[in-house]
């Protein structure tokens, strides 16, 4: 069953926030994905169209469509949820799954799917694969120190992030790969890439969140924002504002700031629901969530 928030039960930012052009929450939907089990990680499609998502012991990938209402599963491989990524054109799917052997040892395997005719190849295999990351023309990885590339029959830009690589901020840049450390020795995550692809949006270990460029030089330093996702439009970077008490999460809302820091306000306010993890659309106004009880919402909002 779909559950809606009332106006009044989310953070609706008045007069002085639509004054300024801040985004004003429209609606906050349950996406109808089951009870069976608890769901997390979403993320849009590169159409804006589906939601993918997976299990909390990453066991699967799934997806919903906005468009049909529909769900089906991706694949049930071991681990799968933990690192895939779709390709420009949504039609192919790469992820890494993970095989531990009765005698603990671990092989990882790169799989590319077709999710059209659900045909597989498995691209790579070893002991230790990164996640894989599509660029506008190839699906890149690292298997040990070495980047291994596919070529795709795509065009377009050559700037991606493809993830962290010995707590530095991995970036593609036309064929080379090159790690970012903006602090110098600093330990980060949650890298991505603003829709401009000038920006880097990452969270430092000790630092927090802040805004470089993608030479790697600091333009803003944002504090403790956990999970930032960059607006559609790069207005905006989405984050999710949680507390614990150093064993689990006690509350946590969605909030949003500029990226230069100047302006900020909150989407959710929720008491009885713990939103984690945002994921902004790449092409909407809108954006996903998962709950610490398993749910994924939508949220739409409007400037």
Request: aromatic residues 8%.
């Amino acid at each position: 069953m779909k559950t809606f928030f009332s106006l009044a039960t989310i953070s609706i930012l008045l007069s002085a926030g639509v004054a300024s052009a801040q985004p004003l929450v429209l609606s906050v939907e349950e996406l109808p994905l089951g009870s069976e089990r608890a769901w997390q990680n979403p993320r849009f499609s590169p159409n804006g169209t589906s939601v993918f998502y997976t299990s909390p012991s990453f066991e699967g990938i799934w997806e919903y469509s906005l468009e049909s209402k529909s769900t089906r599963q991706i694949t049930s491989d071991p681990h799968s949820g933990y690192g895939y990524s779709i390709s420009p054109d949504g039609r192919t799917i790469a992820y890494r799954r993970t095989i531990i052997q009765p005698s603990r040892r671990r092989t990882q395997e790169i799989i590319v799917k077709d999710l059209r005719d659900h045909s597989a190849t498995v691209v790579d295999s070893g002991p230790n694969l990164s996640t894989p990351a599509f660029t506008d023309r190839r699906l890149s990885y690292t298997k040990g120190e070495q980047t291994r590339e596919l070529s795709l029959s795509l065009q377009g830009s050559e700037i991606e992030v493809l993830g962290i690589e010995n707590t530095k901020i991995a970036l593609l840049k036309g064929n080379t790969k090159v790690l970012l450390d903006p602090f110098g020795k600093g330990s980060y995550i949650w890298p991505s890439l603003s829709p401009d692809k000038t920006q880097i949006v990452a969270y430092e270990m000790e630092r927090g969140t802040f805004v470089a460029d993608i030479e790697g030089t600091v333009l803003a330093t944002l504090g403790r924002r956990n999970a930032p996702s960059w607006t559609f439009d790069g207005k905006w970077i989405v984050y999710m504002d949680d507390r614990d008490d150093g064993h689990q999460i006690l509350e946590s809302d969605i909030r949003y700031v500029s990226a230069d820091g100047t302006k900020s306000g909150r989407l959710t306010e929720t008491a009885d629901v713990i939103e984690l993890n945002p994921q902004c659309s790449p092409t909407d106004p809108k954006i996903v969530y998962h709950t610490l009880d398993g749910r994924i919402f939508l949220l739409t909002y409007s400037e």
